[in-house]
């Protein structure tokens, strides 16, 4: 079993910035990608961006390229997702993503785990 935490979110201004994290704990020693959803009520929930573990090489959705920056920690199994430019769209609970099998998904069923989600709401 893997454990995702994140931490990070709240409430922003339009323009401004955010940095989301997640630590993974547990059995993670066969970590492959860790990545970042998110959801709004009533919607399916959207990949967002995605890092794979070696290598480094990361995966954007096209509506964050350009703004987002996904990041793999110093410390293993961490996580991160640096927001810039944010726009009240952009609004949702924000899930961390963990996947233990080779390659890089951006789909819901590549990753195996999830975290509880953190709320991330930008005013207009």
């Known amino acids: 079993q893997v454990q995702l935490v994140e931490s990070g979110g709240g409430l922003v201004q339009a323009g401004g910035s955010l940095r989301l994290s997640c630590a993974a704990s547990g059995r993670t020693l066969s970590t492959y990608a860790m990545g970042w959803f998110r959801q709004v009520p009533g919607k399916e929930r959207e990949f967002v961006a995605a890092i794979n573990w070696i290598g480094g090489r990361p995966n954007y959705a096209d509506s964050v390229k350009g703004r987002f920056t996904v990041s793999a920690g110093n410390a293993k199994n961490t996580v991160y997702l640096q927001s810039s430019s944010l726009k009240p769209e952009d609004t949702a609970v924000y899930y961390c993503?963990?996947?233990?099998?080779?390659?890089?998904?951006?789909?819901?069923?590549?990753?195996?785990?999830w975290g509880p989600g953190t709320q991330v709401t930008v005013s207009s």
């Open positions: 993503a963990y996947r233990s099998l080779p390659g890089l998904g951006r789909r819901l069923n590549d990753y195996n785990y």
